[in-house]
């Protein structure tokens, strides 16, 4: 049995794009495929000119498959369409397996509107590889757990749940050649989409998973795993140095929701980064999430001396009357310690406050905004709650007939530029006035940096120097990738005081700084993009 992967692309553009996460998950379900014994191959769409159905056709053109296999988030909707009825048109009798969340938390409104073959639940190493059996052998599917489908009365079928895989350990290394990993690294550039690739001219990120789950269930996520399950760190520390050694890394990126639930463990694994940087030939970094519970001077000075050069915290908001509609364990004093604490050890941080929870009114908005404005120092981004399938949130605006077509908040609403009101106690009125103030608030205390000098060094990269608006110090930052020099715009920590400012081209702080004057005419440029976007993908 032949089989394909197509990796999606990650952003709404015709030519090639190495911007994106490297999809770990992914890498791990062709490594299973993979050592099952299966013949796979993987297109990653990212790393090629032209528009979907084109790329998905010359490869189906070249080569027959029996199945095809992809995955994404809810946001991808409009991406996995495309993909599907690419395989469809030019391959109709291939069976299309999709994982993810996307299918994971509307399994049969997604399995009936993607119009796919099989949908994969949760986890999905173990589940791939018997469904793959039955559909090579023709076996009986009710048999599989973690799977949805019709049947051939077209019934819909979704069969019992999944239990999670307990012993991570087993899991195969994720299969990164065959998802052209070499070559994404090789292209990577110093502005990249969170900002921590702006400490390196030529960053070249490892992801590291080292854990399953969260303990937490707030009610803005969609918790896809909730069973928190760890790694052993030997196991961890097996995979790392493979790949330093064999891909020349200097930064790893540990994409667990919490890296810092056993704070213990979380010294053991500073305690082993750091014997590793003492025998390795270059100094690598690290970035993780961590909860604002549990920060004290003591554990970020040891981060800090493992060679800790980011940290992601999940602040959400600085009213407790909103944190604890969150389901949010965090109080406004912990934020402020981890917060002040984090700024004085040096080591930027990543985190936002999201407005719109159903408990915000007038007055917790302004609570947080009055706090971020006077201590924030620009650190914190200012965003909407995204009610995304399978939260709770999404449920009581499906419930409260907020979202009243689920298939089309999916489809055309949550992909692109999305507000809602999810408020009890505020109007739509106060809610667009909200948005208002929130860009205000980032023009007026956000921190900018026009450019002293940008020298183009090839296509579409630059040299960037800007002087920090904090110390004062001239930054050179290689290797930034603009599409546009002239509307310059890039989150970046000062490599001497690690606080993040924004670079921006003149023509883009005119904007900013007419933001009012333009807002109308940019809601209906955002119309248009979103538009031209879907059509021309």
Same mark, same amino acid.
Request: with cysteine; net charge positive; hydrophobic share 35%.
């Given at each position: ?10 952003? !709404? ?10 999809? &770990? ?14 013949? *796979?191959?993987? *297109? ?25 296999? $992809? ?7 409009? %991406? /996995?369409?495309?993909? %599907? ?19 994971? $938390? ?6 009936? &509107? *993607? ?9 999905? +190493?173990? $589940?791939?590889? +018997? ?6 052998? =023709? ?33 195969? $290394?994720?299969?990164? @050649? ?57 196991? /961890?520390?097996? +995979? ?8 020349? %890394? ?6 667990? @929701?919490?890296? &810092? ?32 519970? =549990?920060?004290? @001077?003591?554990?970020? &000075? ?8 980011? %940290? ?23 934020? +402020? ?43 914190? @981004? ?12 999404? =449920? ?15 489809? =055309?609403?949550?992909?692109f530029t999305n507000y809602l009101n999810m408020t009890d106690n505020m109007t739509d009125k106060e809610i667009s006035d909200l948005k208002n103030e929130i860009f205000e608030m980032k023009r007026k205390y956000c921190f900018y940096a026009i450019p002293s000098k940008i020298k183009k060094i090839s296509k579409e990269r630059y040299n960037v120097i800007a002087k920090c608006p904090f110390c004062k110090e001239i930054m050179d930052y290689k290797n930034c990738f603009f599409e546009n020099? !002239? ?25 900013i700084d007419n933001y009012r004057r333009l807002q109308i005419v940019s809601g209906i440029y955002v119309k248009i993009r979103d538009k031209i976007l879907k059509s021309n993908l």
């Amino acid at each position: 049995m032949k089989i394909l992967m197509i990796v999606p692309k990650y952003r !709404l553009i015709n030519h090639k794009d190495y911007g994106y996460f490297f999809p &770990s998950g992914l890498a791990y379900i062709s490594a299973v495929i993979k050592k099952a014994g299966y013949e *796979l191959d993987c *297109l990653n769409l990212n790393h090629f000119e032209g528009k979907i159905k084109d790329i998905i056709k010359s490869q189906l053109d070249n080569q027959s498959y029996d199945v095809v296999c $992809t995955g994404h988030l809810a946001i991808g909707y409009p %991406i /996995i369409e495309k993909i %599907i009825n690419a395989v469809k048109n030019n391959s109709p009798n291939t069976k299309i397996i999709l994982g993810g969340a996307i299918i994971t $938390t509307e399994p049969e409104l997604m399995l009936d &509107s *993607l119009n796919v073959d099989y949908g994969v639940m949760g986890e999905g +190493e173990e $589940t791939i590889i +018997e469904l793959l059996d039955c559909i090579e052998k =023709n076996k009986d599917f009710r048999k599989v757990d973690g799977i949805c489908y019709r049947d051939k009365e077209k019934n819909f079928i979704l069969t019992n749940p999944r239990k999670p895989i307990e012993d991570l350990n087993s899991l195969p $290394t994720p299969d990164l @050649d065959g998802l052209g990993f070499k070559e994404y690294l090789d292209n990577q550039t110093c502005e990249f989409i969170n900002g921590s690739f702006s400490l390196y001219d030529y960053p070249r990120q490892y992801p590291v998973l080292c854990s399953r789950g969260c303990p937490y269930q707030c009610t803005f996520c969609h918790p896809i795993l909730k069973k928190y399950r760890m790694r052993s760190l030997d196991n /961890i520390f097996e +995979e790392i140095e493979s790949v330093i050694k064999k891909y020349n %890394i200097n930064f790893i990126f540990l994409v667990d @929701d919490l890296f &810092s639930v056993n704070k213990e463990r979380l010294f053991d694994f500073c305690k082993r980064m750091k014997a590793l940087n003492r025998k390795i030939s270059h100094k690598v970094g690290w970035f993780c999430n961590l909860t604002v519970r =549990n920060i004290d @001077d003591e554990l970020l &000075s040891v981060l800090k001396d493992a060679g800790c050069k980011f %940290i992601g915290y999940g602040f959400e908001s600085f009213s407790q009357k909103v944190l604890d509609s969150m389901k949010k364990p965090i109080t406004p004093n912990m934020i +402020e310690n981890a917060v002040y604490k984090t700024m004085n050890v040096g080591i930027p941080f990543q985190g936002n406050f999201i407005f719109g929870d159903t408990a915000e009114t007038k007055e917790t908005a302004k609570e947080t905004l009055d706090w971020w404005k006077k201590n924030a120092k620009g650190q914190i @981004d200012l965003v909407f709650i995204q009610p995304y399938p399978g939260s709770e949130i999404y =449920n009581r605006c499906i419930q409260k007939g907020i979202i009243k077509d689920k298939l089309d908040h999916i489809k =055309n609403k949550l992909p692109f530029t999305n507000y809602l009101n999810m408020t009890d106690n505020m109007t739509d009125k106060e809610i667009s006035d909200l948005k208002n103030e929130i860009f205000e608030m980032k023009r007026k205390y956000c921190f900018y940096a026009i450019p002293s000098k940008i020298k183009k060094i090839s296509k579409e990269r630059y040299n960037v120097i800007a002087k920090c608006p904090f110390c004062k110090e001239i930054m050179d930052y290689k290797n930034c990738f603009f599409e546009n020099k !002239l509307r310059i715009s890039m989150w970046v920590p000062c490599r001497k005081c690690n606080m993040k400012f924004f670079i921006v081209s003149r023509l883009k702080k005119l904007q900013i700084d007419n933001y009012r004057r333009l807002q109308i005419v940019s809601g209906i440029y955002v119309k248009i993009r979103d538009k031209i976007l879907k059509s021309n993908l």
